[in-house]
Structures are given as structure tokens and as C-alpha cells.
């Protein structure tokens, strides 16, 4: 996935959801087996301390410790295949949360079974973080290293920024589609949910793809970007400008700047929807809708030219004015 450009990380709250799902599986560890209705059963007594030792293992694991044990055993990543850098807690948080919230609506129905109402909707929270995992977990699969089918190129020759390139993921499905242009990969490669930021990736993915000698590698940030005015005859983004707060005027505004006239400019974007509800519940609401982004881009001078949705995610092709 594109690289977080923020000044500020929001995806840094890694280390907060380790600490609650630690907690959680101790709790089921420690304090549910003595609870006289658990204990007096040997199959929930067992049950609750499998359960919670499968979530103190697994939030350890993806919480930085899958990080460490390729270092401590001497593997290492294979040079022979896409890698896009999503740690596995990214991959499957939701799924802790959900085996979670399910042992949590059996403890409640054990203990209070006149709340079973709660229960049952904390059964139903479980179901919605599963699918919601299911979602995050699509991200990593190379078949989904595609672009929508959209009038985006004028020519096969043209040169195309890729604005938040991270990994790669974007960088190849355009470099496929273009037969003697350029593609110039651009970011700043700090992304706090891509694994080392994503240069060393980005490198790696290239080669699997046999597309380095195509792209051209610049670091630098998308609201203060280093090129001259009309340079580019067309630009991708992928879920990054979704990331930039209240930079994302600035970031349109200078993308904009950077197109030739009549250069044209594809993002896709998380926008509130069933799929983001389901990943991120009540925050996916706080998401800009596409009325705002529209908005934004008309704003920055963009007109829309096509729309649509593609991987769960919503994309909109903008075009720089020609006069």
C-alpha cells in the first residue's frame, strides 16, 4: 500500500492496541477461570485459558515480535517475490478483536444472561471484525496489484509521478500499462505500517517485477514537491491522500501544479462505505465522503472526469484545465 505522509502518524497507535490486547488475553487467562461458572465447567475453564493464550501469543506477535524472529532464527524475506510491507498487525488486529469480543459475549451470557441482547451484539461486533479482516487481508494479495480501466494516458510515452508510491503496489500496475514511458515512484518512505518504510521494498518489488530500469526513485513530500510546473504528463495515487489531514488542499493544489495541461490525475481513496465500516467501525465515518473530495479537488483547480470503485476502495479521475 502508498506510503503515510502526514506530519503526524496515525497509524502510531500500534503499541496501544498491543497493550489492551495483552491485557484482554490475561484477563481471559486469569480472572474468567474463577469465575464460579467457568470453573465448575472444565471444558469453558480450559477453553477461556486457550482462548486467552492465543490472544497474548498473537498480539505479541504482530505487535513487532513477527519482526524480530527473522532476525533471531537468520531467515530472511524472499528476494524472489512481491512483498508490499503490511506487518501482519495490520493484518490480522481485527481478527484478535474479534476472538475477543466473542469470548467477551460468552463471559457476559455465563454471568448475566438476562443481558443477552449485549451479547448478541457483541456476537455481531465479532462477525463485522472478522469481515473486516477479511478486507485488510485482500490488500496483501498480488492479484490486487491492478489499477481501475479508466482514460488516464495520453500517450505510451508519457512521464507518470506515482505520488506516495511506498512499496510498489501502484508503481508496478502502471508500469505494466505504460510500453515506453516512465514512471517516477515519489514519497517519503516513512510510512509507520509499511514494513521499513518501503524503500527497501519498493527496490525488491521492482526487480521481481523486472521494471527498475523504468521507474525513477525520488524521495520528498507531496505538499512541497520538488518538480517544475508542467511536468508530468499524467499522476496515480492509491491511499495516500486519505492520510494527509488537513494537507490534502495542499497536496491536490500541487499536484495539480506539477501536470502539463490536460495531464490527468487518478486517486483512489478510502470514503466511508460498508467495506470501511467494517475495518474501521465508527472511525471509518470520519473518513472524507466523496461529496468533500470532490469538493477538494474543484478547489484546486481538478475537474472530474470519471468515477467508480475498484478493491474496496473509491477512485475519481481528475483532469488539469488545458487553458
Not at 221 to 236: C, E, G, K, R
Amino acid at each position: 500500500m502508498a506510503a503515510e505522509h502526514a506530519n503526524r502518524n496515525p497509524h502510531g497507535h500500534m503499541w496501544l492496541m498491543a497493550v489492551v490486547g495483552v491485557a484482554a488475553g490475561l484477563a481471559l487467562m486469569v480472572f474468567a477461570p474463577r469465575l464460579a461458572v467457568v470453573s465448575n465447567s472444565l471444558l469453558l475453564f480450559a477453553g477461556f485459558h486457550i482462548v486467552g493464550g492465543v490472544v497474548v501469543l498473537s498480539t505479541l506477535y504482530v505487535s513487532g515480535l513477527s519482526n524480530r524472529l527473522p532476525r533471531l532464527t537468520g531467515a530472511a524475506r524472499s528476494a524472489q517475490a512481491y512483498d508490499f510491507g503490511w506487518g501482519p498487525g495490520w493484518m490480522n488486529g481485527l481478527a484478535i478483536a474479534a476472538l475477543i469480543t466473542l469470548a467477551a459475549a460468552v463471559l457476559l451470557q455465563l454471568t448475566r444472561p438476562g443481558a443477552w441482547p449485549l451479547a448478541f451484539a457483541l456476537v455481531g461486533l465479532s462477525a463485522l471484525l472478522l469481515v473486516g479482516n477479511a478486507v485488510m487481508g485482500g490488500f496483501r494479495r498480488t492479484d490486487h496489484v491492478v489499477l481501475p480501466m479508466v482514460d488516464l494516458l495520453s500517450s505510451d510515452h508519457d512521464l507518470v509521478l506515482d505520488a506516495g508510491c511506498g512499496s510498489g503496489r501502484t508503481t508496478i500496475a502502471l508500469a505494466r500499462a505504460l510500453k515506453s514511458g516512465r514512471v517516477v515512484a515519489f514519497d517519503r518512505f516513512d510510512a509507520g505500517y509499511i514494513d521499513g518504510g518501503g524503500r527497501a521494498l519498493l527496490d525488491n518489488n521492482l526487480k521481481v517485477a523486472d521494471l527498475t530500469g523504468r521507474v525513477d526513485i525520488v524521495s520528498g513530500d507531496l505538499t512541497a514537491m520538488a518538480f517544475a510546473d508542467n511536468h508530468f504528463d499524467a499522476a496515480v495515487s492509491t491511499h495516500v491522500y486519505d492520510h494527509l489531514g488537513s494537507g490534502k488542499a495542499g497536496a491536490l493544489s500541487e499536484t495539480l501544479r506539477v501536470l502539463r495541461p490536460g495531464g490527468r490525475f487518478l486517486m483512489a481513496v478510502w470514503v466511508p462505505g460498508l467495506a470501511m465500516f467494517a475495518v474501521g467501525n465508527v472511525l471509518s465515518l470520519f473518513l472524507t465522503s466523496k461529496a468533500r473530495w470532490r469538493a477538494l479537488a474543484a478547489n484546486a483547480g481538478f475537474q472530474v472526469i470519471d468515477e467508480g470503485m475498484f478493491n474496496h476502495t473509491w477512485f475519481v479521475l481528475l483532469e488539469k484545465p488545458r487553458a
